[in-house]
């Protein structure tokens, strides 16, 4: 049964969210990889959301962005509004609470945010892996306090980047594709990385203002750290279930996102969730968003398209897809 045929079948009438364990996704054997690979696929168009173990990052380079994250949240907003993505370049930089909303008809998401994208460990004036972002160039800025906030975050990125780079050959099995199918259209790591702070939030689980609104995600797909032990992601499966998505130790979350649901031509599913803390706690999450090179079109690949099934999408350019997102969600 081909990718279009099997999509056919399925209800996305998901009670929970599935573990894969990503220890053997470098095994010497291609059948391995392939079992691997297959346990993604199905997870992709019954959910669009799984949790991987054995990824891979250390718990010391988790600890240490934690912390940086809890130091900076609790500096004067004055001080964090210096750098408000607004007044600098390509949404990098600091969100106040109520700043975004992505949900229509919300009235604000109840977070704040610090936003990065690539920069190497050791700077460079003119980084080779930038010179084609287009409608997302923008070099990232930084906090005078707390001290390490830049090394925390950017030895916890480019952590993140590398499950990435794991996760694209195994999407590409899955998809009955060449393993390195991905390899040219990600070779500038075209990843946008989110500190998100959650304060405790009281009200309906119906109000207008939640942690953040119901939502897909922009770029082919997010890694997401999440606090242990506090309760707030909640993905919706077709009977308009929320299903919880709570923190398990030693995972990350993998959901996809809006451009490879374009990709696969909605065979895998970019999955409407949203984030609500009614925990009495302040609470901790970090996405990645790792997409294709931002010059990259995306449309329909030919194994997601029939005559029963055909392209429902016209191609894009990652950059201007994710830019135009951007704005719909902070203007």
């Not at 949900?103 to 610090?114: K, T, V, Y």
């Not at 996760?167 to 990385?193: G, Q, V």
Request: glycine share 6%.
């Amino acid at each position: 049964m081909s990718l279009a045929e099997s999509a056919s079948i399925i209800d996305g009438a998901f009670q929970d969210i599935p573990v894969i364990d990503l220890s053997r996704a470098a095994s010497p054997d291609e059948n391995e990889r392939k079992a691997l690979a297959y346990q993604i696929r199905d997870a992709c168009m019954n959910v669009g959301f799984f949790y991987v173990k054995n990824h891979g990052i250390p718990q010391e380079c988790i600890d240490n962005v934690l912390e940086a994250n809890k130091e900076y949240f609790k500096l004067p907003t004055e001080e964090k509004q210096k750098l408000n993505h607004k007044i600098v370049a390509n949404f990098k930089g600091y969100t106040p609470l109520l700043d975004a909303n992505i949900e229509p008809g919300n009235s604000g998401d109840l977070h704040e945010a610090f936003q990065i994208g690539w920069e190497e460990l050791e700077a460079k004036a003119h980084d080779e892996k930038r010179a084609n972002d287009g409608a997302m160039a923008g070099a990232n800025v930084w906090p005078e306090r707390p001290e390490k906030y830049r090394e925390g975050m950017l030895k916890y990125y480019h952590a993140a980047v590398a499950v990435g780079k794991i996760l694209f050959p195994l999407f590409a099995l899955s998809l009955d594709l060449p393993e390195r199918y991905f390899d040219d259209k990600t070779k500038n790591s075209a990843a946008i990385m989110n500190a998100l702070h959650y304060p405790p939030q009281t009200g309906s689980a119906d109000d207008c203002i939640v942690g953040i609104g119901a939502h897909t995600d922009f770029e082919c797909f997010t890694i997401l750290w999440q606090q242990p032990g506090i309760q707030a992601l909640q993905v919706l499966n077709s009977q308009k279930q929320w299903i919880k998505a709570p923190p398990i130790d030693g995972t990350l979350v993998i959901n996809l996102g809006d451009q490879f649901a374009r990709w696969t031509n909605d065979i895998f599913k970019s999955t409407v969730h949203r984030a609500v803390n009614r925990n009495g706690v302040d609470r901790y999450s970090i996405p990645l968003f790792f997409g294709t090179d931002y010059d990259v079109n995306i449309e329909p690949i030919a194994s997601c398209v029939s005559a029963e099934r055909p392209a429902r999408y016209g191609p894009v350019s990652a950059g201007e897809y994710v830019n135009q997102r951007l704005k719909e969600m902070y203007y």
